[in-house]
């Protein structure tokens, strides 16, 4: 399965129980991006997805996630076991945080494949990082 994060600048992804941003642009990305597959996400992070695409809501989305498809991860959990490709996308801001990404990419095995900044709705730039795992 492919995994989905939003980050900022010290890999924080929630506070207080809340997302950190969100934004217009990101979203129609991550829908473009999984335009061929299934797109599992929680009941929490499905209240900003109104534009459509192949969305599976389901809690227990990290268990039910197939291999080629995406989980967006905001407020549950996640496994990288079955984990191939980790996709982050960094808001280049510092935000309060109190959850981290803390998953060392390099030392369990991915190498990035691409970088590209682009313009949000309400971020003046949005990093994407491309994340595969070297024996998947």
Not at 21 to 49: C, G, K
Not at 89 to 107: E, G, T, V
Request: aromatic share 14%; with cysteine.
């Amino acid at each position: 399965m492919k995994l989905i994060f939003c980050i900022d600048d010290k890999n924080g992804l929630m506070f207080n129980g809340r997302r950190q941003s969100q934004d217009r642009v990101l979203r129609e990305r991550i829908l473009n991006l999984a335009t061929n597959s299934r797109l599992w996400m929680s009941d929490y992070s499905s209240r900003q997805f109104t534009e459509g695409g192949n969305i599976t809501i389901d809690n227990d989305y990290a268990n039910k996630a197939e291999k080629d498809d995406y989980c967006f991860i905001e407020d549950g959990g996640y496994n990288f076991e079955n984990c191939t490709e980790i996709v982050l996308y960094n808001w280049n801001r510092h935000y309060p945080s109190d959850i981290q990404f803390d998953f060392d990419l390099k030392a369990n095995g991915y190498k990035r494949v691409s970088k590209t900044d682009f313009a949000g709705s309400s971020h003046k730039k949005i990093t994407e990082e491309i994340y595969v795992r070297k024996d998947g």
